[in-house]
Structure formats: structure tokens, C-alpha cells
């Protein structure tokens, strides 16, 4: 396939565009600064040759900073998918859009696991935005027979990453000898490696029936903060003490887990455990925290 992939130069859409070209697709980055959405050689881009599939990782990915400023995350989240479809509508043919939404459209579930046909429930800006890409979505496809698949994504992370709780707790551990965090430390989260991120959008890509549907994209697993900072440090040959504030962040659900049974069903499996994912960005996050 030709693949249109968008914020190819950020931590997932790197990820996704060398793991489809490692699969042999023909993939076309479109990242900063060349390629902002919208603009002239955006528009260009998008008409230069015919795409089978774009896939749209592009879009702010910060709960904090959408609550700190939420006009921007709007404008950066449903503002940018706007103009993307925009670019899109005037096609003979558009091509078929893999949508990386979040599991932060689920808020603060009633259970665990967390299904696709659960209530849908924010709590942040940025899960509310999200939802609205959703929508939008959906009214491309009611109105201009869009064919597009959502995948909620739970928390990603991944060696490149310089933010969100693993950078935290590696560069703390480094600057610091010991590490403050929020919350009680019994929070947990479903982190999924990028690489199987990457292998959730190629599965997508080959078997989702592109009728608007949603799948969730985790591991299955549930790791609580204090168990993902022992994780995190054990290599250090001096283990650094941790310290959880009791206070939660405004926006952040409590506990999540992914349901994984339905994109499982298209062949979908995660590769990457929280052992050997943790142990692989320890690795690389503590060299860079040096840097």
C-alpha cells in the first residue's frame, strides 16, 4: 500500500512509519516543519499521487497541557482533523484514515476492563477533544462516505520518548537520587510499547472493515506508578527512594485496562511485555538523562 502517515516526524508516527515500511508498504511522511496541516505543500502533498491509507498521528498528547490550555489542544487535536478532512473532501478518491484517538475518551471507567462499547466519559480537554475527532469522523463518513477506523490508544510510551511518567522517573532517579511523583503510587495504567502501537495500525490497516469502528490498543495488563517505578530502576546499582504526593492530577482517571478482544480478533497481539519494555527505556532513558 501507499501510506500517507501525518505527524511522521513525533514519537508515534515515527514509529509507525518504520514499521510499515519494514513491512514493505510504500510510506509517505508528513511531519514538521515541512509539512504543518494546513497549509500549501500540505495541500500539495496530499494531491501529488493517489494514497490507499493516511494515517493521522499527528495532535498534541498531553492531558496536563490541555487543562493548562485548552484552546490550543482543541485547535492542535479537532482543529487540525478539520483541516486534514478538508484537504480530503475535494479527492476523486480519498483514501481510508487510521485515527489515533485515546483511551482518555473513556475517563474514569465503571470497570475494568475497559470495552469499546463502554460509555464514552472525559475528563480532560484533551479526552473531550478527542471524542470530538471521533465525531468528526463519523459526520465524514455519513455525509462524504469517509471510510476511517478509530484506534484508542492507552498509554504509549517507548525509547525516544522524552516525556510522561517514564521520562520522569528515569531522569529524577538520575538528577535527583530519589523521585516525587503524584497520586498514591495504586493508580495504574495499560502501557503499550510504540512498536506494538505501530503492529495495531498495520493489523488495521489489513483487516478493519474501515466502517467507523473503534478498537482498543493495549496490552490487556494493568501496572500500578509504584510498581512501574520499581520496574523503572531496578538496574540502578543504588535504588533511588520514591515519594507519591496523595494528590491525583486534575483530568487523570484512577485505573485503566484495556479490553483487547475485539482487535485481537483481527490478529492483532502485543509483543512487548511491561518487563522488557520498561527494561528497554531504562536503558535508553538513563543515557539520555545524562545528556
Same mark, same amino acid.
Given at each position: 500500500?501507499?501510506?500517507?502517515?501525518?505527524?511522521?516526524?513525533?514519537?508515534?508516527?515515527?514509529?509507525?512509519?518504520?514499521?510499515?515500511?519494514?513491512?514493505?508498504h510504500?510510506?509517505?511522511?508528513?511531519?514538521?516543519?515541512?509539512?504543518?496541516?494546513?497549509?500549501?505543500?500540505?495541500?500539495?502533498?496530499?494531491?501529488?499521487?493517489r494514497?490507499?491509507?493516511?494515517?493521522?498521528?499527528?495532535?498534541?498528547?498531553?492531558?496536563?497541557?490541555?487543562?493548562?490550555?485548552?484552546?490550543?489542544?482543541?485547535? @492542535?487535536?479537532?482543529?487540525?482533523?478539520?483541516?486534514?478532512?478538508?484537504?480530503?473532501?475535494?479527492?476523486?478518491?480519498?483514501?481510508?484514515?487510521?485515527?489515533?484517538?485515546?483511551?482518555?475518551?473513556?475517563?474514569?471507567?465503571?470497570?475494568?476492563?475497559?470495552?469499546?462499547?463502554?460509555?464514552l466519559?472525559?475528563?480532560?480537554?484533551?479526552?473531550?477533544?478527542?471524542?470530538?475527532?471521533?465525531?468528526?469522523?463519523?459526520?465524514?463518513?455519513?455525509?462524504?462516505?469517509?471510510?476511517?477506523?478509530?484506534?484508542?490508544?492507552?498509554?504509549?510510551?517507548?525509547e525516544?520518548?522524552?516525556?510522561?511518567?517514564m521520562?520522569?522517573?528515569?531522569?529524577?532517579?538520575?538528577?535527583?537520587? #530519589?523521585i &516525587?511523583? *503524584?497520586?498514591?503510587? #495504586?493508580?495504574?495504567?495499560?502501557?503499550v510499547?510504540?512498536?506494538?502501537?505501530?503492529r495495531?495500525? *498495520?493489523?488495521?490497516?489489513?483487516?478493519?472493515?474501515?466502517?467507523?469502528e473503534?478498537?482498543?490498543?493495549? #496490552?490487556?495488563?494493568?501496572? #500500578?506508578i509504584?510498581?512501574?517505578?520499581?520496574?523503572?530502576? &531496578?538496574?540502578? *546499582?543504588?535504588?533511588p527512594?520514591?515519594?507519591?504526593? @496523595?494528590?491525583?492530577?486534575? @483530568?487523570?482517571?484512577?485505573?485503566?485496562?484495556?479490553?483487547?478482544?475485539?482487535?485481537?480478533?483481527?490478529?492483532?497481539?502485543?509483543?512487548?511485555?511491561? &518487563?522488557?519494555?520498561?527494561?528497554?527505556?531504562?536503558?535508553?532513558?538513563?543515557?539520555?538523562?545524562?545528556?
Amino acid at each position: 500500500m501507499v501510506i500517507l502517515v501525518t505527524g511522521a516526524s513525533g514519537f508515534l508516527g515515527r514509529a509507525i512509519s518504520d514499521h510499515l515500511s519494514v513491512e514493505g508498504h510504500d510510506v509517505v511522511g508528513a511531519g514538521r516543519p515541512d509539512f504543518e496541516i494546513p497549509s500549501g505543500p500540505f495541500t500539495e502533498l496530499i494531491r501529488s499521487r493517489r494514497y490507499d491509507a493516511l494515517v493521522h498521528c499527528a495532535g498534541p498528547a498531553s492531558v496536563p497541557a490541555s487543562v493548562a490550555d485548552p484552546s490550543a489542544d482543541f485547535r @492542535g487535536s479537532a482543529g487540525v482533523l478539520d483541516d486534514l478532512l478538508s484537504a480530503l473532501r475535494p479527492l476523486d478518491e480519498a483514501p481510508r484514515v487510521v485515527f489515533l484517538s485515546s483511551a482518555a475518551v473513556y475517563g474514569q471507567p465503571a470497570r475494568l476492563p475497559i470495552r469499546e462499547a463502554d460509555p464514552l466519559a472525559p475528563i480532560s480537554p484533551y479526552g473531550f477533544h478527542r471524542r470530538a475527532c471521533e465525531l468528526l469522523l463519523q459526520a465524514h463518513a455519513r455525509v462524504w462516505g469517509l471510510e476511517s477506523v478509530v484506534l484508542r490508544v492507552f498509554s504509549a510510551y517507548g525509547e525516544g520518548l522524552r516525556r510522561q511518567i517514564m521520562w520522569d522517573i528515569c531522569r529524577q532517579a538520575i538528577a535527583a537520587g #530519589t523521585i &516525587e511523583l *503524584e497520586g498514591t503510587g #495504586t493508580e495504574s495504567r495499560d502501557f503499550v510499547h510504540a512498536t506494538d502501537v505501530a503492529r495495531a495500525v *498495520e493489523v488495521a490497516l489489513r483487516s478493519a472493515s474501515f466502517t467507523g469502528e473503534a478498537y482498543n490498543v493495549g #496490552t490487556g495488563a494493568e501496572t #500500578t506508578i509504584a510498581t512501574l517505578a520499581t520496574l523503572l530502576v &531496578e538496574d540502578l *546499582e543504588t535504588v533511588p527512594s520514591v515519594h507519591f504526593s @496523595g494528590r491525583g492530577r486534575a @483530568g487523570d482517571p484512577a485505573n485503566w485496562r484495556a479490553d483487547i478482544s475485539t482487535i485481537a480478533g483481527l490478529g492483532f497481539e502485543p509483543c512487548v511485555d511491561i &518487563e522488557s519494555g520498561t527494561h528497554r527505556y531504562a536503558s535508553w532513558a538513563f543515557d539520555a538523562a545524562r545528556v
